[in-house]
């Protein structure tokens, strides 16, 4: 419920935050940021590798004692075939720690100094033996979260060992938790990943929405326009019924082959063509994109990754 009233109050700005001046471009490189997530990654081989420049390995969690998993468990080797094919197509794969409901292990792990040093040197190790570029965390917890009581000391503890061993180190938020975040957190991530998505039906991933949680950042908490990657769902979200329910981009385009010329149909909201396109030339003032999840998308001049490579 937290969630839904804060994401309606940014609704209630959103509407204005078009009229307000766009951060200037620049001249960093844009990101394009794909999620594989290891319950549905066939995309993996039928992939347009250059159309991203990183791709996030959802989610890669420890044991109790701190020992990350293959996140693929029924084809473990699954993880170094994604790796290795990504690496020959010069995109940067990162291990994704947490999800939604994936953190019941981390606030034991980062309770103390001697847990999170040797929490922290257990993922170092996880991402040399795979081969990782960098490490995102993705840690959903809600607001006021006993998780967050040590978050800080962990993530400065990790951004030294990433720094050292010259892995990127990144995350996935939202506005709802940002206060639980300090700007000593947010000063260790080389950029953040927003998740512009998952509000009521209406508001699901309007551009609107995606300005806003981007100008929360840059101007709220101070993070530099080109470190903010905007978050873009390639996923509807109904009107009657909670993210469980919600379909791919194939299955929406399945169902209605028109589907991509707006952005509802049926009972589906989600980002067409177009608003795609708007989010990429937004994307433009910021650091780049973002994709939950890869999987969904489909191939041929529908695909949503397919306009985000023409945009971008």
Not at 68 to 82: K, T, Y
Not at 134 to 143: A, Q, R, T
Not at 155 to 175: D, W
Not at 224 to 238: A, S
């Amino acid at each position: 419920m937290k969630k839904l009233l804060f994401l309606a109050a940014l609704l209630l700005v959103a509407s204005v935050a078009g009229a307000k001046k766009l951060p200037p471009k620049h001249d960093h490189p844009l990101r394009v940021v794909g999620y594989i997530p290891s319950w549905s990654y066939g995309v993996v081989d039928r992939l347009d590798w250059d159309a991203l420049t990183h791709i996030n390995i959802a989610f890669c969690n420890p044991d109790t004692l701190g020992v990350m998993q293959n996140p693929f468990r029924s084809e473990p080797e699954m993880l170094s075939h994604i790796i290795s094919t990504a690496h020959e197509h010069d995109v940067k794969v990162v291990a994704s720690l947490g999800g939604g409901g994936g953190g019941k292990n981390y606030p034991a792990l980062i309770a103390t100094p001697e847990s999170r040093e040797a929490f922290c040197l257990k993922i170092m190790e996880y991402v040399d033996r795979y081969g990782f570029d960098g490490v995102d965390l993705d840690l959903e917890e809600g607001p006021g979260h006993v998780l967050w009581n040590n978050y800080e000391a962990w993530v400065v503890e990790l951004g030294k060992h990433c720094s050292q061993n010259g892995v990127l180190l990144t995350t996935a938020v939202s506005t709802w938790f940002s206060d639980d975040i300090s700007d000593a957190t947010f000063r260790c991530f080389d950029f953040i990943n927003i998740m512009a998505y998952d509000g009521p039906f209406e508001a699901h991933s309007t551009v609107g929405l995606a300005d806003t949680m981007a100008r929360h950042y840059h101007k709220v908490r101070g993070i530099e326009p080109h470190n903010i990657v905007v978050g873009v769902p390639f996923y509807g979200y109904p009107s009657d019924g909670g993210f469980g329910d919600s379909w791919g981009w194939s299955d929406i385009l399945a169902a209605d082959p028109k589907a991509w010329r707006g952005d509802r149909s049926g009972k589906f909201g989600y980002n067409g063509h177009r608003t795609m396109r708007k989010k990429c030339r937004l994307a433009q003032h910021y650091g780049g994109i973002m994709i939950w999840q890869l999987d969904h998308d489909v191939e041929g001049e529908h695909s949503l990754l397919g306009v985000i490579k023409k945009t971008l």
